[in-house]
């Protein structure tokens, strides 16, 4: 038998509970072992539930308690989960997270120290909730050099995203839709300006590629200026808008990194992952593009993931798994206004719109003009190729001083 | 140092040397332990080759050679592939296989097998070539009941289809351009009449509900009577059409099962999964539906994960890898006429296309009618629900002798 404890009795911690009971049988035969818990660290108390008698306020007598070998945290926020980690790490215990805040700014230094002291740190429910992707990236493309991931990683930008694109909601209309439904939080700011994305990126960049890219790295940018005029763009240029998080490896060695919303083509199969879903995309030398789509987020979903990781733990007390990257090197991360890509830029002029591109041409050679319907007089909406964004604000600057102010800009991605 | 044996060189098995030579660091460093090719069988000879003095054409002297740990298939077809899986079996060495036409039929057999000798009989690139699918169906889900898995398997008729809905190019000729590309063999019926997608369902399904199924157990319908006129109906109604692969769970502890074309919404993730890419959806009870995506077949893709197992099977030396289900169970496959379901059935009738969709109202209570563009004089397509096979071939008895000829079905999926 195989004791674990459970910090943190909340939607992620209760459905752990509840897949572990509810798939007892299948659970042992795959883990080859019965899964039991001996403690729930949480400071409520639940004396309702089946299992009341198992909360505990004392993350000490976890701690010190021999018989718990696997430690699975579900409390979210940086502390007391790090204190707790190391705590656990340096105790003998394994140490199982959904945690994403606590993966992306101390996963190296947690993966060290569980390799010193041949114990496992796994965190599959930190990225994409239920999606397998952590493993399939460590493990399945093992033979296979990942070159860039790519990925819708926030269901509640996603749903908002959706919602403006399908019904023509406005953003604030559809980001009080998701509060209603439970989708975002009160103070929904880590979704919607690209905090949570940007944790799951560096998670993905960082095993990836075998450095630890920290979320202040990388450039992010969240959906709050995002107009239902740039879903109508988007639309005219054969697309959607989607917030997407992506790593590239360089032939330098250096990574360019961000969190942004960006032009997605109707081509692509990110541009169907829609509403809450996740979808995540890792191109490789070997295998090509592989996608792994699913419920990014939610109870249960994220909770099968964790009880997926504890399996793992007790199928491997002897042999450890290996996940592992090192901590950050320096000049890793290329500063991101010098990368080129292709961009999609909106203007509005003092004259026409056919003068407001003429302008734009002048200043971006080589622009596409893209009209929308019910393009307002004035405004004109093009694409740029091959651009860093250094260079888009120099000639946004000269836009500027003729007369051409710049409404937006979205990155056009290539996915 | 681990030895290894590549029985094949063909375009998987030199993708297999490919692969670890370019990758040898990498593989090394994940392994924890150097791969080493001892011997590579085939019958030909490739002087040319770097390693032209590894080739033999002697099965007996690997066998026979207890320095190899690990053989890899990649000759395809069952035999001699099933002889030589048994012999290393029981002569101390795993074996790692791309061969789904050895696991559809022997899967049950060799993995028993491998059990008793304590040995890895791994298979990750026999479906989805290099999409890791069955790593996470077995690992990452384990805490998770699946309840259906529904894919796009095949990725020549996925070409074919592609052709058919973007250029309106009718079969013959998608056909013809898909052996032009290489992507379909001289002899194209294992792909075009569903044989090789109904050998990949039935590995999923086995690994899925743990009892094996045969492809003589599955009613499989290939791609070759779809027309244009079908792909025409299918936009009107919403979607497109794919050759889908699918297995469900009953209550009743059995499984209904077959390949098939179905209409696919467009809302579905399906819909996207265009050319030679494949897609697989997993429905379980705690993620909801997951989706794999990428290229299902092709050298390069297929052979790396022909060498994750490989890299899996290093680092599991002593321990086994959790991955077994039982032989067939008698009854265990639903009669695939009793499953009811919705379905797209097309007719023509002696006078005008309404009167022929008045008959077919008549023989359907609640049929659905759909126009497709261009619509010919007596022809008319409708949706009829929840009608099981039986009662369909039935209703069309009912038509014919109504003067209302039946010109074809297709299945309409709720993916």
New interface residues.
Partial sequence: MAEIAVLGHGVVGSGVLE??LS?RD??TR???EEIDVKYILDLREFPELSYAGLFTKDFECIRSDPDVKIVVECMGGLEPAYTYAKACLTSGKSFVTSNKELVAAKGAELLALAQKNNLNFLF?ASVGG???II??IS???????VSEIAGILNGTTNFILTKMIREHMAFADALSLAQQLGYAERDPSADVEGADACRKICILASLAFGSHVYPEQVHTEGITKITLEDVAYADAWGGVIKLIGEVKMGENGKISIQVAPMFISR???L????DV?N?IMVR????????????GA?K??T??????D???CV??F??RK?LFWEDAKPDYVEPIGAVPGDCFVRVRGEGSSDEAFAAAETVFPGAVRIIRREEEPGEAGFSVTEVTADKLDEGFARLSSMGVRVLGRIIISDY
């Avoid at 541009?271 to 829609?274: F, G, H, I, R, T």
């Fill in positions: 897949v572990l798939h299948s659970i795959r883990a080859k599959e239920g999606i397998p493993r399939p493990q399945c493309l093992a033979a296979n050099e081509e692509s199969p541009c169907n992952v829609d879903f979808g490789g030398d070997a295998t090509g593009d592989v996608m792994f789509y699913g419920k939610g249960l979903p909770a099968s993931a964790v009880v997926a504890v399996i793992d199928k491997h002897k042999a290996y």
